[in-house]
């Protein structure tokens, strides 16, 4: 309800793209309610992305990446947070869906634990921006890195 009173953008990390959009959904009722339009906020998505040819690396990776940085395993990880791996193919129609739900603007984390899987990572996710635009205008955003 806040967000659509008074703030010029969301970036929320649902690990589900439904939750995703219901809350979207709530910041543009609140928005309207406040007499503000929906569109003065923009939706945003942080999440943290694997992209490996093999899918079972891409979650090993993301797993050691997971368990590195929040001391946690990924199946405990993905329950909280935006967290995608698999093959470029697969990334794509996972951040897709997010897309769909109303996201605008996607902030990616690479899944890596030092700097040249980073660089390999940014490229890879930013290889994947003309496949995650919308239809329209506004166009999505993918800005690899944190």
């Not at 793209?17 to 929906?38: E, K, M, S, V, W």
């Not at 700097?115 to 993918?142: G, N, Y």
Request: glycine share 6%; proline share 10%; hydrophobic share 40%.
């Amino acid at each position: 309800a806040r967000t659509g009173r008074l703030y010029d953008g969301w970036l929320p990390y649902p690990p589900d793209p439904a939750d995703y959009r219901t809350g979207l959904h709530d910041i543009h009722q609140a928005a309207t309610a406040a007499g503000r339009t929906p569109e003065a906020i923009t939706p945003a998505l942080f999440v943290t992305v694997r992209i490996d040819d093999d899918p079972r690396t891409a979650r090993a990776a993301l797993d050691d990446y997971a368990r590195a940085t929040y001391g946690m395993p990924l199946a405990e990880l993905e329950k909280i947070q935006a967290v995608v791996a698999g093959t470029a193919e697969q990334v794509a129609q996972r951040l897709s869906r997010y897309v769909t739900a109303g996201a605008r603007h996607l902030i990616t984390r690479p899944a890596a634990l030092n700097l040249r899987a980073q660089r390999e990572q940014m490229e890879r996710v930013a290889a994947l921006i003309p496949d995650l635009t919308t239809p329209s205008p506004p166009r999505t955003r993918v800005r690899p890195g944190q």
